[in-house]
């Protein structure tokens, strides 16, 4: 009896972890895709930094801003969807804000290194820049592939609109079956 009264009141969770584990929202194929993604946009920002002397410093900088954000918002993505910590947040939608993002930097690291392509002074660190830049988006263009492969258009499931917290969407509310009120009252 005694025993019982003074056991432990809570149990630890065994599913909470804050290792890199593949969770719900990445799948263990994703999770190498974005591992990927992380390690060739350092390595186009790391390359672009060394590169000393520009012609038009507009096609560097602008390749710049892509690499540095594309590393540090994916290894935070990378992160939040690989532990518990995306929990923290109100987010609900995190499928359709993985699937955003990860289609717009596509886009954008597609448009700034051709940009860096077409407008260097033509140095070894330029061009392995701009391979590595190459390399990224086409790890993206991967990553939107797979995400669209198994999961579909985050914004549609079976030709309806799913509600921002991924839960289908109600038309309309049921009629009431009582009036709580009379009318003059």
């Known amino acids: 009896m005694a025993s019982e009264v003074y056991s432990p009141t809570t149990a630890p969770n065994p599913t909470t972890s804050w290792c890199l584990i593949p969770s ?40 710049e801003f892509v690499t540095c954000t594309a590393f540090l918002f994916t290894l935070l993505l990378l992160i939040l969807l690989s532990t518990s910590l995306h929990t923290t947040f109100g987010i609900t939608c995190w499928p359709s804000l993985d699937f955003c993002y990860t289609t717009a930097v596509a886009v954008l690291f597609f448009v700034s290194s051709i940009i860096f392509a077409s407008d260097n ?26 995400f669209y492969k198994r999961r579909g258009f985050p914004f549609l499931s079976g030709g309806k609109a799913e509600s921002s917290n991924g839960g289908p969407v109600t038309a309309e509310a049921p009629a009431e079956k009582e009036r709580l009120n009379a009318d003059g009252e």
């Open 121 to 146: 002074n033509g140095s070894t660190l330029e061009k392995s820049a701009v391979a590595f830049g190459f390399l990224a988006t086409l790890a993206f263009v991967v990553d939107v592939v797979i």
């Open 24 to 63: 719900e929202h990445l799948d263990q194929a994703r999770f190498v895709v974005k591992l990927t993604q992380v390690l060739f946009s350092s390595v186009a920002f790391l390359l672009e930094e060394v590169v000393s002397s520009c012609s038009s410093c507009f096609a560097l900088y602008l390749f």
